[in-house]
């Protein structure tokens, strides 16, 4: 510190500083007390200049790497020039300016929008109020009518909803972009017409309300084991027996179950010899059966089964393709148990169907009250719990003779009577907000590609970016109102007939569109 040993002056634009060396001042207003050990070291003083007169003092005391000025100066320069630039923003307005020219031509044959512009003219000398509020979201933007020309406005919904940057949006969205900028009397409707008629939006968008198809529950059967549903449980793992599928049967009746080891590949003739050992001998011969195999199958497996048993007789087969989800839930209660109870490598899992059979049948049915051995037998059979509590001598009267019979048509009865009332519970939760559709002879209908196999349909091998429709198809039989038969290709290897469910109606395009590459009723592309 040099100055300590020299006077000097030191000239500032803070007037207050003259009086940082009187001793008053300085004791009792100094903010920084670092100032009491330097200040009277020094021989200074103050003397005021103004900021202006110091330019020298000023202009060092002022970085210039902070003045936004000459920042921008510094990083920016302009190094080359290109026309290009030019030339494509004088195409992009030419071709703006297209669509205007023809809009403003078509404002002359537009009775509507004359008259707007014949009173806009007329109030063209009156003085009119004038807006001074800042630009803000809620201050409306300026927007293009769009004359009464119906090619106009698709021309415009199709720029927005067709093309890539668009990419095909609802009604609602399309709505939203277009109102940003245009208008037109009934705008809404005209783009909810144009998007119902977009094709590439029926086969690519999925049906965002409940299937169609009101419940329609199959018949209570009147008598035990007079109707049966069948189904199998595939791919499990295979055990050491060679059994890789469980065969389920279920009287629709009473419920009760049988569970049978198969495999995958079981033929229509396996599958009868598999009836005719564990159903024809105990309950005799069905006189329908819910299954949802093919035709062909069902045909076969009837014939197998009059050729085991020896019978001469001629018959008929009537074939309905139905669905029975009673199997589908006995299916899920079989799965549940066989959880709990296989090994680590899950290939004992046909050792426990015989335990699973009486766990199942012995379990009182939810909506009944009663267990289907009960409903069956009119008695549940004794389990190891059961045999410590009660007196196996101790028969009960009512499994004697008239009152046995009696008590069992009273079960019966009784049961009947449950499963209508829950079959109408389940009406009314299915039906709500759902419509029935009904299809005749000639329709042309699309068909959903969430059930269909793409090794049957000719899709491809990933049905990620597929189509989520395909068709049309035409329907050929009404088998009923809940399933259809359509004009499926032979060599698809695919069930004609599907569920009212999965499909909708075809509507002939209005207009020329360019969806992508579509699946015929052929199965060509």
Same mark, same amino acid.
């Not at 051995?373 to 009960?396: C, H, K, M, R």
């Not at 419509?435 to 969430?450: A, C, H, P």
């Given at each position: 510190?040099?100055?300590?040993?020299?006077?000097?002056?030191?000239?500032?634009?803070?007037?207050?500083?003259?009086?940082?060396?009187?001793?008053?001042?300085?004791?009792?207003?100094?903010?920084?007390?670092?100032?009491?050990?330097?200040?009277?070291?020094?021989?200074?003083?103050?003397?005021?200049?103004?900021?202006?007169?110091?330019?020298?003092?000023?202009?060092?005391?002022?970085?210039?790497?902070?003045?936004?000025?000459?920042?921008?100066?510094?990083?920016?320069?302009?190094?080359?020039?290109?026309?290009?630039?030019?030339?494509?923003?004088?195409?992009?307005?030419?071709?703006?300016?297209?669509?205007?020219?023809?809009?403003?031509?078509?404002?002359?044959?537009?009775?509507?929008?004359?008259?707007?512009?014949?009173? &806009?003219?007329?109030?063209?000398?009156?003085?009119?109020?004038?807006?001074?509020?800042?630009?803000?979201?809620?201050?409306?933007?300026?927007?293009?009518?769009?004359?009464?020309?119906?090619?106009?406005?698709?021309?415009?919904?199709?720029?927005?909803?067709?093309?890539?940057?668009?990419?095909?949006?609802?009604?609602?969205?399309?709505?939203?972009?277009?109102?940003?900028?245009?208008?037109?009397?009934?705008?809404?409707?005209?783009?909810?017409?144009?998007?119902?008629?977009?094709?590439?939006?029926?086969?690519?968008?999925?049906?965002?309300?409940?299937?169609?198809?009101?419940?329609?529950?199959?018949?209570?059967?009147?008598?035990?084991?007079?109707?049966?549903? &069948?189904?199998?449980?595939?791919?499990?793992?295979?055990?050491?027996?060679?059994?890789?599928?469980?065969?389920?049967?279920?009287?629709?009746?009473?419920?009760?179950?049988?569970?049978?080891?198969?495999?995958?590949?079981?033929?229509?003739?396996? !599958?009868?010899?598999?009836? &005719?050992?564990?159903?024809?001998?105990?309950?005799?011969?069905?006189?329908?059966? !819910?299954?949802?195999?093919?035709?062909?199958? &069902?045909?076969?497996?009837?014939?197998?089964?009059?050729?085991?048993?020896?019978?001469?007789?001629?018959?008929?087969?009537?074939?309905?393709?139905?669905?029975?989800?009673?199997?589908?839930? !006995?299916?899920?209660?079989?799965?549940?148990?066989?959880?709990?109870? !296989?090994?680590?490598?899950?290939?004992?899992?046909?050792?426990?169907?015989?335990?699973?059979?009486?766990?199942?049948?012995?379990?009182?049915?939810?909506?009944?009250?009663?267990?289907?051995?009960?409903?069956?037998?009119?008695?549940?059979?004794?389990?190891?719990?059961?045999?410590?509590?009660?007196?196996?001598?101790?028969?009960?009267?009512?499994?004697?003779?008239?009152?046995?019979?009696?008590?069992?048509?009273?079960?019966?009865?009784?049961?009947?009577?449950?499963?209508?009332?829950?079959?109408?519970?389940?009406?009314?939760?299915?039906?709500?907000?759902?419509?029935?559709?009904?299809?005749?002879?000639?329709?042309?209908?699309?068909?959903?590609?969430?059930?269909?196999?793409?090794?049957?349909?000719?899709?491809?091998?990933?049905?990620?970016?597929?189509?989520?429709?395909?068709?049309?198809?035409?329907?050929?039989?009404?088998?009923?109102?809940?399933?259809?038969?359509?004009?499926?290709?032979?060599?698809?290897?695919?069930?004609?007939?599907?569920?009212?469910?999965?499909?909708?109606?075809?509507?002939?395009?209005?207009?020329?569109?360019?969806?992508?590459?579509?699946?015929?009723?052929?199965?060509?592309?």
């Amino acid at each position: 510190m040099r100055l300590l040993s020299f006077g000097y002056i030191a000239w500032t634009n803070h007037q207050s500083s003259r009086l940082l060396t009187k001793a008053l001042l300085f004791t009792q207003k100094m903010e920084n007390p670092r100032w009491y050990d330097i200040l009277p070291e020094c021989q200074s003083k103050f003397s005021y200049l103004p900021g202006a007169k110091n330019g020298i003092a000023d202009a060092l005391s002022r970085r210039s790497d902070l003045q936004p000025e000459t920042k921008f100066f510094h990083d920016l320069s302009v190094t080359s020039f290109d026309d290009t630039s030019f030339s494509l923003a004088l195409s992009e307005v030419t071709l703006n300016t297209e669509l205007i020219v023809s809009i403003k031509t078509a404002y002359a044959k537009d009775r509507e929008v004359q008259a707007i512009l014949a009173a &806009i003219k007329r109030r063209a000398n009156q003085r009119l109020s004038v807006n001074t509020a800042r630009n803000t979201d809620a201050t409306p933007k300026s927007r293009v009518v769009v004359p009464n020309d119906s090619k106009l406005r698709m021309k415009i919904i199709s720029e927005c909803h067709d093309s890539n940057y668009g990419g095909h949006p609802g009604a609602e969205r399309t709505y939203l972009s277009l109102a940003r900028s245009w208008y037109w009397s009934k705008m809404s409707k005209s783009i909810q017409k144009f998007i119902a008629d977009c094709e590439s939006c029926r086969r690519n968008k999925p049906r965002l309300t409940k299937p169609p198809g009101l419940l329609e529950p199959l018949r209570i059967p009147d008598e035990r084991w007079r109707s049966i549903s &069948i189904d199998f449980i595939t791919d499990l793992p295979k055990t050491e027996h060679g059994f890789d599928s469980i065969w389920v049967v279920v009287d629709r009746l009473t419920k009760r179950c049988h569970f049978v080891s198969t495999t995958k590949k079981v033929t229509a003739e396996g !599958v009868a010899c598999l009836f &005719i050992d564990n159903v024809w001998k105990h309950h005799g011969m069905p006189t329908n059966i !819910v299954s949802d195999r093919d035709r062909k199958f &069902i045909s076969s497996f009837w014939q197998c089964i009059f050729k085991s048993i020896g019978a001469k007789l001629t018959m008929t087969v009537a074939h309905r393709a139905q669905g029975d989800g009673q199997t589908e839930r !006995v299916n899920r209660t079989l799965e549940e148990y066989l959880r709990c109870f !296989v090994g680590p490598l899950q290939d004992d899992w046909d050792i426990h169907l015989a335990n699973a059979e009486f766990a199942v049948n012995s379990t009182v049915n939810s909506s009944t009250k009663l267990a289907p051995f009960e409903v069956d037998l009119g008695y549940v059979p004794l389990n190891p719990l059961q045999i410590a509590t009660e007196s196996l001598e101790a028969v009960p009267v009512s499994r004697c003779g008239t009152e046995f019979h009696e008590r069992q048509a009273a079960i019966l009865l009784r049961y009947r009577e449950a499963l209508s009332e829950s079959q109408e519970r389940m009406r009314d939760v299915y039906d709500r907000n759902r419509v029935e559709q009904v299809f005749n002879v000639g329709d042309r209908v699309y068909l959903s590609t969430k059930h269909l196999d793409p090794k049957h349909t000719g899709l491809p091998n990933s049905t990620k970016f597929g189509p989520k429709w395909v068709g049309p198809y035409t329907v050929v039989c009404k088998v009923h109102n809940h399933a259809y038969e359509l004009n499926i290709q032979a060599g698809n290897k695919l069930h004609p007939v599907f569920n009212t469910g999965s499909l909708k109606p075809y509507k002939e395009p209005s207009r020329l569109s360019n969806p992508n590459d579509v699946i015929l009723a052929d199965g060509s592309v």
